[in-house]
Nanobody, 121 residues
Framework: QVQLVESGGGMVQAGGSLRLSCAASGSIVSITTMGWYRQAPGKQRELVAEFNNGGSTNYADFVKGRFTISRDNAKNTLYLQMNSLEPEDTAVYSC???????????????WGQGTQVTVSS
């Protein structure tokens, strides 16, 4: 019913930049929250940055000043600009949305398939 397609991951040297995209499509009536999460090997998934229900942004402390989340509402697309990347940022990055859908009741949560980000030292 809702598809999330992510792109923009890859391999970069420390100090480099990447821009991730997450395009949402399907039976979306409205998007309540959109955010980026990451999971490194052997670690739990953690929030990177998100637009909350009120449209404000939340950032994890470890990315403040380096990453910027943005969105194009007309395209239902979420972005994550990542600068000054560090080896510790290596992880699978996934987008998550909470939406209302046509024919549905309440909110539904969807995850993207994830995109690998690898930062070499």
């Amino acid at each position: 019913q809702v598809q999330l397609v992510e792109s923009g991951g890859g391999m970069v040297q420390a100090g480099g930049s990447l821009r991730l995209s997450c395009a949402a499509s399907g039976s979306i009536v409205s998007i309540t929250t959109m955010g980026w999460y990451r999971q490194a090997p052997g670690k739990q998934r953690e929030l990177v940055a998100e637009f909350n229900n009120g449209g404000s942004t939340n950032y994890a402390d470890f990315v403040k000043g380096r990453f910027t989340i943005s969105r194009d509402n007309a395209k239902n697309t979420l972005y994550l600009q990542m600068n000054s990347l560090e080896p510790e940022d290596t992880a699978v990055y996934s987008c998550r949305v909470r939406v209302s859908i046509r024919g549905g009741v309440g909110l539904y949560q969807y995850w993207g398939q994830g995109t690998q980000v690898t930062v070499s030292s």
